[in-house]
């Protein structure tokens, strides 16, 4: 039984607002099978000086790290003793103080690959098909610095260990496997107070933390969050993070932090959802079709337009994002038209005086065809609109764009089209 979304949010929000010390989202951990979730463990009073003093050698030792790489499995937990949702991401992080890095995120909804070489970065979606170019100046201008910390340098989180730590103990030892054996870890419990969590009925239990006593680098990190919600009863959260990979300072080839596109991948300036159904249309040549203008009822067949670049804006007046979208439509439309692009709105299964009253009322000036049986929206899958289809001068379908978008978006794509 999969847990209630609801519960996930609600157990993800009270770790955003008390501001919990949880695995942060970008500290990997290894594709192996999930770890029971972790006991809560109680806190002691009393601090233990040799247990301070080896988590100081832990925290001295990610900020002495010239580079690193990690690679493992951060895994999430979330229940309320009745129903538990289990969440697994594989991550792995390549980094070169101080901006220099690689990193693959990889869950069962969507892989993301990044790359900056200090100046640029890279970012692709190969599920999309899409990857984008930033500057590393606009991104460290436009973000929260402590959020790209996390992101581009995870393991500086451990540099920050003993931020607001009052308690810090020994727990014993344990095993981790990893790629070069079985580490044999030492184990640290640490106490961080939160007033404000207990105040609201939320329990922050100890975080626990596996350090290999050799390299002095953490191999598995534990947080466990309880809290008494008046509908849902006790709830949980566990989150774990396991390293196969923790290396400090390797060799690194020179290439490392060069990115390639491969090849199906094409340079956007935002992503661009799409599924996969689109997708396979994109190369394949456009289904033709005979509809009907709105304005004087000529008959219009795709084939015709072969040579020209065309944009089929699939709508409805019904529907909210397509009154946004098409002013931008026709808009492109004045623009580029003398530059061999032909624009048609074909309207989803409307009546002509609805059609006609809607664009008169927003003096809207864009070429209309009636699809009135659905067919042809059918043919390009429009089953959620607004669903725009650019077609190349070949005849081939260039893009599918799904939803609502930015004007640079149609921007660019009809700049790979050949009109600009």
């Known amino acids: 039984m999969r847990l209630p979304s609801r519960l996930a949010l609600l157990l993800l929000t009270t770790v955003l607002t008390l501001g919990a010390t949880a695995p942060p989202a970008a500290k990997p951990a290894a594709r192996a099978a999930a770890r029971p979730a972790a006991r809560p463990v109680t806190a002691r009073a009393a601090s233990d000086p040799a247990a301070r003093k080896a988590v100081e050698a832990v925290v001295a030792r990610y900020r002495s790290l010239r580079s690193y790489r990690i690679v493992g499995q951060a895994t999430s937990e979330a229940g309320n003793g009745e129903a538990n949702n289990i969440t697994s991401t594989v991550l792995q992080f390549t980094v070169r103080r101080p901006d220099r890095f690689t990193s693959h995120i990889q869950n069962t909804e969507m892989d993301t690959y990044m790359v900056s070489d200090g100046d640029s970065l890279w970012t692709a979606v190969p599920a999309l098909g899409q990857y984008l170019v930033q500057s590393m100046v606009s991104v460290r201008a436009g973000a929260d610095s402590v959020a790209l910390s996390r992101q581009f340098d995870p393991g500086g989180e451990y540099a920050r260990l003993l931020d607001g730590v009052t308690v810090v103990r020994a727990l014993g030892r344990d095993t981790v496997h990893t790629v070069r054996g079985i580490v044999t870890c030492r184990r640290y419990v640490l106490t961080t107070p939160n007033a404000e969590a207990a105040a609201q009925g939320v329990t922050l239990h100890p975080r626990v933390i596996w350090v290999d ?20 009863g006790a709830v949980h959260s566990v989150n774990v993070t396991r390293m196969v990979v923790a290396e400090a300072d390797p060799e690194l080839p020179a290439d490392a932090f060069r990115f390639s596109a491969d090849a199906g991948l094409r340079r956007v300036r935002r992503f661009m959802r799409s599924s996969p159904e689109h997708s396979a249309m994109e ?26 670049v065309v944009v089929l804006d699939f709508w409805a007046t019904w529907c909210g994002p397509c009154r946004k979208w098409l002013p931008i439509v026709a808009k492109a439309r004045h623009e580029f038209e003398s530059k061999g692009l032909v624009v048609y709105a074909v309207n989803e299964r409307e009546p002509e005086g609805k059609v006609r009253e809607y664009l008169k009322q927003q003096k809207l000036d864009v070429p209309v065809l009636m699809d009135v049986s659905g067919s042809v929206g059918q043919q390009y899958r429009a089953n959620s609109i607004p669903l725009t289809v650019v077609v190349g001068r070949d005849g081939n379908v260039l ?21 600009e």
């Open 213 to 232: 006593p050799v390299t002095r680098m953490v191999l598995m990190d534990s947080v466990r969050i309880e809290q008494k919600h008046p509908q849902l």
């Open 283 to 308: 190369g394949q040549p456009a289904h033709d079709f005979t509809l009907e203008t709105l304005a004087d009822a000529k008959v219009v067949k795709l084939s015709d337009l072969k040579g020209k």
């Open 399 to 419: 893009r599918v764009m799904l939803g609502l978008h930015q004007e640079d978006d149609l921007r660019e794509v009809l700049k790979e089209a050949g009109i």
